[in-house]
């Protein structure tokens, strides 16, 4: 019975992951909601990091679909980058927010903890400031970028 029930469970698993291959196939995740915003800009191709290589990929996209003319592409562009620059903005907003809701939870619980635990609190406190602090870094970097046209 048990052997049953274990090929059952497998069973399932593979069809499931079989089943989400295929829809991964079908309708791709990046396509959906990976992209679209971020590669909003004013139409100029960049080179350079990770998310550059395609900007323009949504305006190209809002030209194809709504077959836009060369006059709207015009107007659109610079609205794209400063929906962009929008959308950094509140990004960076957020993450601050969210840093600070976890640095003052973190800060509440201290007093909860033993001596061994609140100096591992306070490591992975540290830790946790650091690479906040390089994100922070990097979007304002990229947001001056897209201020400046780049």
Request: no cysteine; proline share 1%.
């Amino acid at each position: 019975m048990k052997r049953k029930a274990l090929i059952a469970v497998v069973g399932v698993f593979l069809l499931g992951l079989m089943g989400g291959a295929l829809v991964g196939q079908i309708y791709p995740v990046r396509h959906l909601w990976g992209r679209a915003w971020h590669d909003a800009g004013d139409g100029k191709e960049q080179r350079g990091g990770r998310r550059h290589g395609s900007s323009g990929r949504y305006i190209r996209m809002l030209q194809r679909e709504l077959d836009l003319t060369d006059r709207q592409m015009a107007e659109i562009g610079p609205l794209l980058g400063q929906t962009r620059r929008s959308l950094y903005q509140a990004r960076i907003r957020s993450l601050e927010e969210t840093d600070r809701i976890i640095l003052e939870f973190h800060g509440r619980i201290r007093a909860a903890l033993d001596e061994a635990q609140a100096r591992k609190l306070e490591e992975r406190t540290d830790n946790f400031r650091e690479r906040r602090r390089k994100k922070r870094e990097r979007m304002i970097s990229r947001l001056e970028s897209l201020r400046d046209g780049s």
